[in-house]
């Protein structure tokens, strides 16, 4: 499938996600019609080898392929980037083990989380594990996962585990992203064998596997604001300012402003994943550009968060309206913004310190 196509066929599953979106929020889990659909257009092959059936998609059409779906449903995104990024990381694996999870085919589900939130016992040929892992995006949709856990003290490791041997907790119950399921998964005294588990240090040394994460993270966000933004501007010659004699908005000079400075925003986000995408082509980047680049990425994803805002306020008090598109742009931006991989202080903080030489940062994810 030519990238182009690809892109092409995410923006086609727009009204699909829409349609299903209310469904999601309410039962906090996509539906079947909407995973089916993802499913049957390639969705969930982005990052899977080409060896194993999947397509090993150029990042650029990654992140565009995940805006488009985000205008249909966040929600839906979100979940084919986390199950995407866990392809990422199943690709770190020996061959046998990558061979394992996708025996069933490269359609296969694996979700991730990579805090050590566990127990570890090391026995004859792997690992005794017992842990409770959250947030799991897309768990409810996995046959596999990939969970961290402490093989020593600052030292962790990524096991895979089939779900046959996991239970999911329900505990997703938040004001955003509600369709993402990203409940808790519990593990009690799982045997993980040697083949199956990656010294998460080993991953990320000599690899760009981190970098090319931030970068396709980016994807939802720019999907959101993007959204955001055809939707206000399809409904300013409707709409009058409020308590003013501006009878449609987009004759203010305010609004027009608000407007033209969060498409600017929204501008900006697609530049730095363009340079984001060409820093990691074929480049090994050094400490130094590690930290630029995700400085970067990090700044990308404030800058749909703030022109989404912006947008919202320019709209009015309808955007939070149930009935509103924007409501739903509005709850999943704020809730996705949250995620620790892209907050701003810590990242901001982890990415002064390696300009500025000051040692040790505070982060292995550089």
């Known amino acids: ?133 959250f947030p799991a995006s897309g768990c409810l949709h996995a046959a596999w996962g990939m969970f961290g856990f402490p093989i020593a003290e600052g030292d962790v490791g990524v096991a895979a585990i089939p779900f046959g041997e996991l239970r999911v907790k329900d505990t997703w119950h938040t004001v955003g992203m509600r369709g993402t399921g990203s409940n808790l998964v519990v593990g009690q005294d799982v045997h993980v064998p040697d083949h199956r588990v990656l010294r998460l240090a080993d991953a990320i040394t000599g690899s760009a596997v981190v970098q090319t994460v931030l970068t396709y993270m980016i994807g939802p966000y720019l999907g959101m604001a993007s959204a955001a933004l055809d939707h206000v501007v399809a409904h300013a010659s409707k709409r009058p300012v409020s308590f003013t004699t501006y009878q449609r908005q987009s004759d203010s000079p305010a609004f027009q402003i608000a407007v033209a400075e969060a498409s600017a925003k929204i501008d900006v986000a697609r530049l730095l994943v363009r340079s984001c ?56 931006m704020q809730t996705a913004l949250r995620h620790a991989m892209i907050n701003p202080s810590w990242n901001m903080e982890a990415c002064g310190r390696a300009l500025l030489g000051v040692e040790p940062n505070i982060t292995p994810f550089l």
């Open 277 to 332: 995408v060409e820093a990691l082509s074929g480049n090994v980047l050094d400490y130094a550009a590690r930290a630029r680049h995700r400085l970067h990425a990090v700044h990308a994803v404030r800058q749909c968060g703030e022109a989404l805002d912006m947008l919202v306020a320019a709209h009015g008090a309808s955007a939070v309206a149930e009935s509103s598109p924007l409501n739903v742009l509005l709850r999943d």
């Open 1 to 133: 499938m030519r990238e182009s196509t690809f892109v092409q066929a995410a923006a086609a599953l727009r009204p699909v996600l829409a349609r299903d979106q209310a469904a999601g929020d309410r039962d906090r889990r996509l539906t079947e019609e909407a995973m089916a659909a993802m499913r049957d257009a390639g969705m969930f092959r982005m990052f899977v080898p080409e060896s194993l059936g999947g397509l090993e998609l150029g990042l650029q059409s990654s992140v565009d392929a995940l805006a488009e779906l985000a205008g249909g449903d966040p929600s839906a995104s979100w979940v084919v980037m986390i199950l995407g990024a866990s392809d990422l990381v199943v690709a770190q694996l020996p061959v046998e083990a990558q061979q394992e999870i996708y025996a069933d085919g490269p359609d296969t589900h694996v979700c991730v989380v990579l805090t050590p939130h566990a127990t570890a016992e090391r026995v004859d040929g792997g690992w005794r594990l017992s842990g409770e892992w």
